[in-house]
């Protein structure tokens, strides 16, 4: 990524494509365009709130989809995590995640990349190297969701998705996640939780860590797969589509 400083402005010195996501956590708002241009504000606090924008990045080898989180490791550090869609030699397409430290300034002072293909040469065995559960390539992409501890990834037209844990310097394949009959149309995960829904309207709940997944319930109308979103904590999903929203209560 291209980095670049910016001092008391508010908006990015570039035209940009729109916005696609956007975290906040503490003083910092982040926000991701549909082109993959970085933008980090910084909020300060007081009566006089202002908002200033003071770095905005690109990369030019990342696609959609995508997704976005920031955290607060320590009082003194932030973690920014872009995971996002990367091409694989001839005609796939695998997943990566990248990790941005800032400190308290919004200073980046540590950035990392992990793949789940790594680059460069790799010895053939009889075994295929590229076989699902060990860092698979897919024709398409369809859905990328991360916590900060997992990463699932979802092929486009496809009824499972691969598990991943996010380690200091690579991805480590955990399991393939099974349950919904029909392709998964999106994914929301966090807390060790995965939340999908398929196109057929089937919800489904998958535990992370122990492993588990359950089937909670079929949506009252089918959805079509362009711009579902998913949003949930421990009380209710929320299935937003743009022609409906349901919210599945478990009070």
């Excluded at 790594?118 to 990328?144: C, F, H, L, N």
């Excluded at 994914?187 to 829904?197: F, K, N, P, S």
Aim: with cysteine.
């Amino acid at each position: 990524m291209k980095s670049s400083h910016e001092d008391q402005v508010i908006s990015p010195r570039l035209p940009r494509s729109p916005i696609v996501h956007s975290a906040y956590h503490s003083s910092f708002l982040i926000a991701l365009s549909e082109t993959f241009q970085l933008d980090i504000y910084h909020c300060s606090g007081g009566k006089s709130s202002q908002l200033m924008l003071i770095r905005s990045m690109s990369s030019f080898t990342s696609f959609q989809p995508s997704s976005l989180t920031i955290s607060r490791p320590s009082s003194t550090s932030h973690k920014v995590l872009l995971s996002y869609a990367v091409p694989v030699y001839p005609s796939h397409w695998s997943a990566a995640a990248t990790q941005l430290q800032l400190d308290d300034t919004g200073d980046i002072y540590d950035t990392r990349t992990l793949r789940i293909l790594q680059q460069g040469w790799e010895t053939q065995t009889d075994e295929d190297y590229s076989d699902r559960g060990k860092g698979s390539k897919m024709p398409a992409v369809g859905s990328i969701q991360t916590d900060g501890r997992f990463l699932v990834v979802a092929p486009r037209n496809e009824n499972y998705m691969e598990l991943y844990r996010l380690r200091t310097n690579f991805l480590s394949f955990v399991r393939v996640l099974f349950g919904p009959s029909s392709p998964i149309c999106a994914i929301a995960v966090a807390d060790a939780r995965a939340v999908t829904v398929s196109l057929d309207g089937n919800i489904w709940i998958h535990e992370l860590e122990r492993g588990w997944s359950i089937e909670v319930r079929k949506l009252a109308t089918q959805v079509s797969g362009n711009d579902t979103c998913i949003y949930f904590d421990d009380r209710r999903i929320v299935v937003s589509t743009p022609s409906f929203i349901e919210t599945i209560s478990f009070e």
